[in-house]
């Protein structure tokens, strides 16, 4: 099932589980924008997977790992 945050909560949520954690608000949005993750847009709201922005973030990391 997926889980639709906005950019504030779902950063809320992985600060939760990660106290350490180097993402930002800011680096989630930049994400939103450049569409590098998926999103639906509800007026003005931007409704981000959970999960899609986990394994975004998870590929994007091998990928530099591999280079």
């Known amino acids: 099932m997926q889980q639709w945050r906005t950019a504030s909560k779902l950063i809320e949520e992985i600060k939760r589980e990660d106290p350490n954690t180097c993402l930002t608000l800011y680096s989630i949005r930049q ?34 790992k591999n280079n």
């Open 31 to 64: 994400m939103l924008l450049n569409k590098e993750i998926q999103f639906i847009k509800r007026g003005r709201k931007y409704l981000i997977d959970k999960d899609s922005l986990l394994e975004y973030l998870s590929t994007s990391a091998n990928k530099n």
